[in-house]
């Protein structure tokens, strides 16, 4: 009777002992698990914080972009008044007689019409026949041409005018279309009534 309890004593014990292992292997793997765990976390907050940081950077840069766009307007506007302060320049360079390389080159007044009066009507003429006919015209070589020959007599008449480098953009806008469509016309009307206002 004793053999018998004392190998259900040892077999307890040694249960005991498997269990009491099996325990502490689970607990390591266990506490090795939730250290993997934090580690993982900890990788991942760190992660998101760079992540927060660059989109914070980035957001910064945007709001940089948006406050440099009024000033990118100044810029282009400024850019077009020169465009045509130099399309001006270039009128009076191109039609003057001054010699650029002689140096006794003396700067001579732009000719003007004794007859102002008379210029002035003839060009608003002109400009009232192609506001009248352009309903007909589908060449714009036709309407480019006329824009140039009043732009020569307003040239003439004015020795140079704001309106001029107005007349050219208008005149390079038509080159290379096919035929001129209903809103380029209208524009045109539109345009002819304000150019002849500003004479």
């Known amino acids: 009777m004793e053999d018998k309890d004392d190998l259900f004593k040892e077999n307890t014990v040694k249960s005991i002992k498997e269990a009491n292992e099996k ?3 689970f607990a390591s793997i266990l506490e090795k698990f939730g ?10 907050n760190l992660k998101i914080t760079m992540l927060t940081d660059k989109i914070n950077e980035l957001s910064k840069a945007t709001l940089d972009i948006k406050s440099l766009a009024p000033q990118l307007k100044n810029v282009i506007e400024n850019q077009k008044i020169l465009e045509a ?8 360079i191109q039609r003057s007689e001054i010699s650029l390389l002689s140096r006794d080159a003396k700067s001579e007044e732009v000719e003007r019409d004794v007859s102002a ?12 026949i192609l506001k009248n006919d352009i309903d007909d015209i589908e060449d714009p070589e036709v309407v480019i041409e006329q824009l140039e020959n009043i732009k020569e007599d307003i040239f003439i008449f004015k020795g140079g005018h704001r309106i001029l480098y107005e007349i050219s953009q208008f005149g390079k806008m038509l080159i290379g279309l096919e035929d ?20």
């Not at 250290?35 to 900890?42: A, E």
């Not at 009507?121 to 002109?126: F, Q, T, V």
């Open 85 to 92: 302060e130099l399309d001006l320049i270039r009128s009076l």
């Open 35 to 44: 250290l993997d765990i934090i580690t993982k976390m900890g990788q991942t």
């Open 23 to 25: 325990i502490e292997k």
């Open 117 to 128: 009066t008379d210029k002035k009507e003839s060009i608003i003429e002109k400009f009232n």
């Open 180 to 199: 001129i469509s209903d809103d380029v016309k209208v524009s045109l009307k539109e345009k002819i009534v304000f150019w002849i206002n500003k004479l």
